[in-house]
């Protein structure tokens, strides 16, 4: 994941504030300029409510006075675009959150569609959602029809329940289903971008309402469009990892009479950083055609002593009755940024159509 530095830095504040000097040539623009030099400490997000802040500061008024600046700075000579944006739709959604009129909230959600296509609105609209949710889903209901395909995305991208560096909106959380007509009008959409968005949306509903999304899912597979298989797959991935049976159905993942000798580890020590390899056998030994799921469960040590499961993705295969595949791989203890390491007891376990084998057992060395 990008640095804080790396999107929101100096330079974004200032063409920022030569792109806001275009449209109110007289105004000193105080907050703006003194934010370039404020940013150092902070994380993405709070660069972005920062220089929030500063453009409502310095741009006082009502909301139409803000909507007027914001449109005559896009239509201007300077940059108005890329990672600016977050900042300036925010500052639009928290002046019409402020003033609570329904023409300032719609005209808002407008005025969020108009600049999603530069960055993203997807963070600013979230403060809609939770202002009034009912007002805001009936907009963006109209947005899954916009010829715009940034549009069509904004729709299904800024209603997930969990959307990454966002705020939450509970009520996308609680109200399950509340969000389901927008991804029935988006499922089949011409755009990989707008479908990609889609499928994470559907797998953000299955956190919490995995019957909801399973019963979705079944429904656009009944009706697919040519790219609904794929997308499905990629909405259901967490229920799969966790091995939930009506999910592996829809997929076609059923019961299986298996025989697993494995997972068989190459040591039983592994040095901090280094990597431990695994093989197993899998042989069908029932009397029908198979298709396997085949994913491998590492159960990491945490400093508390306890353990905690993360589920890889090793293979899909399909076995005739009596056919057999080898597996085979490394996983890796390199370190990275997401995840800390702790030296101590560690197991490997294969997962199969959401069954697990035994674990394997093994030993993490100190760094």
Do not use: C
């Not at 530069?118 to 007002?135: G, M, N, P, Q």
């Amino acid at each position: 994941m990008p640095f804080a530095d790396e999107l929101i830095h100096g330079r974004t504040a200032r063409s920022l504030t030569q792109a806001v000097q275009t449209a109110v040539p007289g105004a000193p623009l105080d907050s703006l300029r003194a934010a370039a030099d404020q940013l150092g400490p902070l994380t993405l997000r709070e660069r972005a409510d920062l220089l929030r802040d500063a453009l409502l500061a310095d741009v006082p008024g009502d909301y139409a006075e803000l909507a007027r600046v914001v449109r005559a700075a896009r239509d201007g000579t300077q940059e108005f675009g890329g990672w600016l944006i977050w900042p300036v739709t925010s500052a639009v959604a928290t002046k019409a959150v402020a003033e609570d009129t329904s023409e300032a909230f719609d005209d808002a959600m407008a005025l969020l569609a108009e600049l999603t296509g530069r960055l993203t609105s997807e963070f600013a609209v979230r403060v809609l959602l939770r202002h009034d949710i009912d007002r805001a889903l009936t907009i963006v209901a109209g947005w899954t029809a916009s010829a715009d395909a940034d549009v069509r995305r904004l729709a299904s991208e800024g209603t997930r329940p969990y959307l990454p560096w966002s705020i939450r909106v509970p009520e996308l959380i609680s109200r399950a289903g509340a969000t389901v007509h927008v991804l029935d009008a988006l499922y089949g959409d011409d755009s990989e971008y707008v479908r990609r968005s889609v499928a994470n949306h559907l797998n953000d509903l299955s956190r919490d309402h995995a019957d909801l999304v399973v019963a979705t899912a079944r429904r656009w597979l009944d009706a697919p469009a040519p790219t609904t298989g794929r997308l499905v797959r990629h909405g259901l991935r967490t229920l799969v990892k966790r091995g939930h049976p009506s999910a592996l159905d829809v997929l076609g993942f059923a019961p299986a009479t298996l025989e697993i000798d494995g997972p068989v580890l190459d040591r039983t020590t592994v040095p901090f950083g280094g990597s431990v390899r695994f093989t197993a056998t899998i042989r069908n030994s029932g009397a029908e055609q198979a298709r396997l799921a085949i994913d491998y469960v590492v159960h990491y040590y945490k400093a508390n002593g306890s353990q905690s499961a993360k589920t890889f993705k090793l293979t899909t295969r399909t076995l005739a009755p009596g056919e057999t595949v080898e597996v085979d791989r490394e996983h890796s203890f390199r370190p990275i940024t997401t995840r800390r390491y702790h030296p101590g007891p560690h197991a490997i376990a294969l997962q199969v159509n959401g069954v697990a084998t035994d674990t394997a057992e093994f030993e993490l060395g100190t760094p």
